[in-house]
């Protein structure tokens, strides 16, 4: 039972360059979420996909997008990157019923120069 | 939208102390506050979790407390260890937030030996 798995673990992408973080779930959850973690702003949320078929926007969606490829796998894709889209990505996931906590991926370190 | 405030942004304690954390929270129909824990490059890990309807939940050196006519949360960690240093996280959610979770900025956690 590996959880949730995202790929990869590190990337450096020029400006400009295009790139699709992976993420997947073993655990049946139905729902799934993008993060970004930057210091001293915390966890804010990207995109989320609160069952399969469907996608939303979160606080900070705008030059990203997501798709939700079945239940298991949820992908973020950067089109055109930015210095400003240095940070962390966690991916996550949970039942969807808002009142039971998040597992997250061990998460993704991308630098954009 | 929710929006949840964290305190303080760092605490240092000598082992063996007690740590205290709060957040407080604007949504009155939050009813899911979960607490994560990070250490240093890794993924936030769930630690504990409180529903409305408790007033307060305790796992062994870790406890928390919800007052939800005051709309704020604790996190309680006695006989600090220096295992216990870290960044620590709260999160709110409810029907509100589409049972998203919104989380507060962090607060770093030392335990001096």
């Known amino acids: 039972n590996a959880g949730v798995t995202q790929t990869p673990k590190f990337q450096v992408l020029k400006t400009g360059q295009s790139m699709t973080l992976q993420c997947a779930q073993d655990m049946n959850h139905n729902s799934m979420y993008w993060y970004r973690q930057d210091p001293g702003m915390g966890l804010r949320l990207i995109y989320y996909?609160?069952?399969?078929?469907?996608?939303d926007k979160g606080e900070v969606p705008n030059g990203y997008n997501v798709s939700r490829l079945n239940k298991r796998e949820f992908s973020l894709r950067l089109e055109s990157a930015a210095p400003s889209q240095t940070s962390v990505y966690f991916c996550a996931s949970n039942t969807g019923t808002g009142d039971y906590g998040y597992t997250f991926g061990s998460g993704t370190r991308l630098t954009v120069v | 939208g929710e929006n949840v405030e964290q305190h303080p942004s760092t605490l240092s304690v000598q082992e063996g102390d007690s740590a205290v954390i709060k957040c407080t929270y604007s949504d009155s129909a939050s009813n899911y506050f979960p607490w994560y824990k990070q250490e240093l490059g890794k993924r936030p890990q769930l630690i504990i979790d409180i529903r409305s309807n408790v007033g307060e939940k305790k796992d062994q050196r870790i406890a928390v407390t919800l007052n939800k006519t005051a709309k704020h949360f604790s996190l309680h960690i006695t006989e600090t260890q220096p295992e216990d240093s870290a960044v620590y996280f709260c999160?709110?959610?409810?029907?509100?937030?589409?049972?998203?979770?919104?989380f507060g900025t962090g607060t770093s956690l030392t335990v001096i030996p």
């Open positions: 996909s609160a069952s399969e078929g469907t996608t």
């Open positions: 999160a709110a959610s409810g029907v509100n937030t589409g049972n998203q979770f919104y």
